[in-house]
């Protein structure tokens, strides 16, 4: 019996000597490193890749409509939009490097369309292939003068009712979306900008990141960043004016799906968690000395999420109807940004030391 106990015991040991647990609980620690090298690959990588992979997709869409005019085809190429806009909203989660720096953001998500500008660039360009749109100004290019032909201004557009020059603009803004996409993904890419090395080297010689405090910090910063602009700007403006046509997506109405999917795409970088796959979170390495503070930035994730789906039918109307329920959004959001944009960035000055 003694042996059988004495046995146990050694392994115990060995176990526990192999697998670093938090001090204040039984998760399995993780380090700084990790976080930052997890961040790249279970993140970035794979959402940048999505995003082509469905701007592809839209791509196709769009050209199946143009060569095949059907309701279904018109049905279909609305959906690839969805799609896109939602894995772009979730990357608007870590809005770092080269889609700021490179401009690929606002290349691809100006807003609101400027209805009397669009109208005169149709009647009066010879040609509106991607190259042509690639030149226009940013209010002209990206997600929502494709969303404003898809679903007419009203939202009732049909496929008789898109113009052939519409179909051009159409077919031009596509590739242009799928373009800026392409671009945003290969920048990140080993074999080209390779913008993972400037992150993945933070402390050890990156031209960006001195220490990996810093890449970590940049990551609480997209995360408070997104927050701040949908709680401070995509609703409060609309909200505060009671004006619809400063909604994000007010032709397809998806306005509300995407500030969804903004928070969500924040709350993906805070757990590390995209698509079913898990790594090393800024989650695991708060609860390893804050249990507290990780549980309030997890439940305040959820109540802004909850607080946003308790409004019902568009925002566009919300914005009039359900103005508690906005409002109710709003402070769950502002809360949850004032803890990432402070406690947050405390502990991560505090305990990350290299």
Known sequence: MKTRLLALSLAALSIGACKKT???????????????????????????QSLQDKATSLNNAINTLNTTPSAANLASA???????????????????????????DPNMDTWPVDYRQLDSLISNSA?????????LGQSLR?????????????GNATVDSITAKQKQYMSGLAQDILNTVTALNTSWA?????????????GAGSARYATRKDAVLAMA?????????????????????????KTESPFSHNSMLDFINNIKGAQNVYLCSFSGSAGASLSSYVNANNISLDNTIKTQFDAAITALTTVSGTFETAIF???TQLQNAMNAINTLH???DGDLKTYIQTYVKD
């Open 22 to 48: 938090s001090n204040n609980n039984n998760a399995t620690a993780v380090t700084s490193s990790e976080i930052v090298t997890d961040f790249v690959q279970k993140i970035v990588l794979p959402q940048y």
């Open 78 to 104: 609305q959906q690839a939009w969805r799609d896109t806009r939602s894995v772009w909203e979730q990357c608007e989660g870590f809005l770092i490097g080269p889609v700021e720096d490179d401009n690929y």
């Open 127 to 135: 040609s509106l292939n991607a190259a042509t749109v690639q030149s």
């Open 142 to 154: 990206g997600f929502h003068p494709l969303e404003f032909i898809l679903w007419g201004q009203s």
């Open 190 to 202: 080993v074999s080209a900008g390779n913008f993972q090395a400037v992150v993945l080297t933070a």
């Open 221 to 245: 910063g997209g995360m408070a960043d997104i927050c701040d602009e949908v709680g401070n700007g995509k609703i409060a403006d609309p909200f505060t004016t009671r004006d619809s046509t």
């Open 321 to 323: 109807s359900q103005r």
């Open 338 to 340: 004032a803890t990432l």
